[in-house]
């Protein structure tokens, strides 16, 4: 299994697998890995929820909680939970869990990111 490190923030978070940084993009409310061969996406479902891909095949399911999205959290996806789909292998399982850690399951939409931007700024 690949050791994975990660700066997790849900708009500037950091992959760095054995050693590599990982070029992670976001794209609305989809982030990409490329690590290797593969391509991993998370991709935000609902305000909770995420699809993690590989090469475009769905391999697993993250839910969040709404304490991810509570001012001052620093960890978007800590509170994760990940249903993993059959035949994955460890590194599938490094990188996926890692990305839901780092960006989080789920995205909180225009409404909610306008109102913690403003929260954040007020503090």
């Given at each position: 299994m690949p050791t994975v490190?990660?700066?997790p923030d849900r708009d500037h978070g950091a992959m760095n697998?054995?050693?590599h940084n990982v070029p992670t993009?976001?794209?609305?409310?989809?982030r990409t890995a490329?690590?290797?061969?593969?391509?991993?996406?998370?991709?935000?479902?609902?305000?909770?929820?995420?699809?993690?891909?590989r090469n475009g095949?769905?391999?697993?399911?993250a839910r969040g909680t709404?304490?991810?999205?509570?001012?001052?959290?620093?960890i978007p996806g800590l509170d994760a939970k990940v249903t993993w789909s059959q035949g994955i292998d460890p590194t599938d399982?490094?990188?996926g869990q890692a990305m839901v850690i780092a960006f989080?399951?789920?995205g909180p939409g225009a409404v909610l990111r306008t109102l913690f931007f403003w929260y954040d700024n007020l503090s």
């Open positions: 490190t990660v700066v697998i054995n050693g993009t976001r794209k609305s409310r989809t490329v690590v290797g061969d593969r391509s991993y996406e998370l991709r935000s479902t609902s305000l909770r929820g995420a699809e993690l891909r095949t769905l391999i697993a399911h709404f304490r991810s999205y509570a001012p001052g959290r620093t399982v490094a990188v989080g399951a789920g």
